[in-house]
């Protein structure tokens, strides 16, 4: 078989063309979004998981407690995204997290925004920072920024 | 303590894989007729005395539903055969061979898979096997995604960027020695690898899997036939998979309890495995393999490079029971593990223990 160095290519769209329902509990956080506030749901040993999911990831119990949690908390892990992809909600190079919520005994994945990974560091302090127009969906969320005192007030 | 000793015995009689960089003016019907003949070739059978047929590929890899169906082209689809497919690495697809196998009405089985992920955006593509929710529309790339588990273990203390190095370094020594390894050299030098820039902090691009074309096709024998076709048949002592939570938030991100539960159900016993052919994106992620399997020093592990020198979507797995497989058949071991792993971070994992006689 011959291997050249580029390969052959075509154009080719692929497309999803169905509507989906998000449901009670996914619908209920993406809701919370719009209006700028975050929703965890609690499991029955009282753990909050957030983002909120259908069913315990362990036990698979039917979850069904939408609990209200704080839209600061902690970088539990990062990379630095440089340039980002073109799809993404995002057009400058950001930190992409696994942010733990006040509140929230799981992390969320999603933006830190700073300029620089100098900026950024395991167990840093973040909140949530909201676009203007918000549709119900996660990138309402348009990342997270350091807390400052300011920020925390 | 296993319980395959009550199954059927099945063993891996004849392997054929091909990776490169990039396979251009070849597709994958035509990469696919080359290695399952071989295959075949190698052990004198022919697809009607195939009992059954199974695949795995991407649809999502390929941009076309039912891709499959144009590579059983192939495998030559008349007469008819019996076929099945996953949209999963071939080992899963061999996992579903090996229980029909179980069943007892077919004595052999051809497996294959393949991925070409040159001819796309693979890091775009996994990004759409992520939650459709919360985290897909945010587009986040495989390796990013693999850069967040590394971070935790360094700073959990679990793992150092020296032991990542070796990790490494071993893959691209150890891949010197097979035309498939994509990314090799007997003249790696440990401090070069420390000395690189993190491109997806705070991985390095050597901790990053080299991307891959190519594919891997295998044939399945049970009993008396397994022996009539192989000298010396790898016998599948143990085969198990499981999962974790899709969700990457709610697991600990710094082990792998399903490749753990996987290998303790397939009956691992490291005091007898001469060598390990191990599945991850990432140097770390192959050290919390290592940790979850508890490998000791007289485990020589990835002796092909591993998926760091050459990742195929959707093949590395199979070639990972390839490569242990092909050992046994030659010769040169006894005893061996081979992993594959699905999903981030290591979140659903298959464990396949063979044996020569």
């Known amino acids: 078989m011959s291997e050249l160095e580029e390969p052959l290519r075509a154009e080719l769209t692929v497309e999803y063309p169905f509507t989906r329902t998000t449901g009670t509990v996914i619908g ?52 630095w995204i440089d340039p980002p992809r073109p799809q993404s909600p995002w057009d400058a190079p950001h930190a992409l997290a696994l942010i733990r919520l006040d509140g929230a005994d799981t992390s969320m994945l999603h933006a830190v925004l700073v300029g620089s990974p100098s900026e950024m560091r395991t167990g840093m302090r973040v909140t949530a920072r909201w676009k203007e127009e918000r549709v119900g969906h996660i990138a309402d969320l348009e990342g997270f920024i350091q807390e400052t005192e300011e920020t925390d007030s | ?18 990776q490169t960089k990039i396979l251009s003016e070849v597709n994958e019907v035509q990469l696919m007729a080359d290695l399952i003949s071989n295959c075949r070739n190698s052990v004198g059978v022919t697809q009607e ?80 096997q992520l939650d459709p929710y919360y985290v897909s529309p945010l587009w986040p790339d495989c390796f990013s995604i693999a850069a967040l588990q590394a971070r ?29 390894a994509v990314r090799s ?38 009993g008396d036939k397994a022996k009539l076709l192989c000298e010396r048949p790898a016998w599948i002592k143990g ?3 499981r999962v974790d939570s899709h969700t990457l938030g709610v697991r600990d991100l710094t082990r792998s309890p399903s490749a753990f539960l996987a290998a303790e ?13 191990i599945h991850g994106m990432t140097s770390a992620q192959e050290l919390i393999l290592e940790k979850e399997f ?62 020569g006689e």
């Open chain 2, 265 to 277: 159900k397939a009956g691992i016993n490291t005091d007898r495995l001469d060598l390990a052919e």
């Open chain 1, 28 to 79: 209920a956080f993406m809701t919370g979004l719009r209006e700028k506030r975050l929703f965890g749901i609690k499991r029955s040993d009282g753990s909050v998981l957030v983002p909120p999911l259908e069913y315990d990831p362990v036990s698979s119990e039917p979850l069904t407690e939408m609990v209200e949690v704080s839209q600061s908390g902690i970088v539990e892990t990062w990379t």
């Open chain 2, 1 to 18: 303590m296993s319980k395959s000793n009550s199954f059927r015995d099945v063993a891996v009689v004849s392997v054929a894989s091909h």
């Open chain 2, 152 to 180: 935790l273990l360094l700073d959990k203390g679990l793992i150092t960027l020296e032991k990542m190095a070796e990790t490494s370094m071993r893959s691209q020594m150890n891949g010197s020695d097979n035309p498939n």
């Open chain 2, 239 to 241: 085969i198990d998979h």
């Open chain 2, 49 to 128: 005395e195939i009992g059954f047929t199974c695949s795995g590929s991407s649809d999502f890899l390929a941009g076309q539903a039912f891709s499959f169906v144009h590579t059983l082209d192939s495998v030559g689809a008349f007469p008819p055969i019996s076929e099945s497919h996953v949209e999963m690495d071939g080992a899963f697809a061999l996992y579903e061979a090996w229980v029909k196998l179980q069943i007892g009405e077919v004595d052999t089985a051809l497996v294959y898979s393949y991925g070409k992920p040159s001819a796309g955006s693979i890091i775009d593509v996994l990004a759409t």
């Open chain 2, 185 to 222: 050299s007997k003249d790696v030098s440990f401090e070069n690898l420390m000395n690189e820039p993190a491109i997806v902090d705070p991985l390095r691009a050597s901790d990053i899997s080299e991307i891959a074309d190519g594919g891997c096709a295998i044939i399945l024998a049970a």
């Open chain 2, 294 to 355: 508890d490998l000791n020093e007289e485990t020589r592990v990835n002796l092909s490079g591993g998926s760091l020198a050459s990742d195929t979507m959707m093949a590395s797995g199979l070639i990972r029971i390839s490569e242990v497989a092909s050992r046994i058949i030659s010769g040169q071991a006894d005893r061996g593990l081979a992993h594959a792993t699905s999903g981030p971070c290591l979140q659903q994992n298959l464990v396949c223990i063979l044996e």
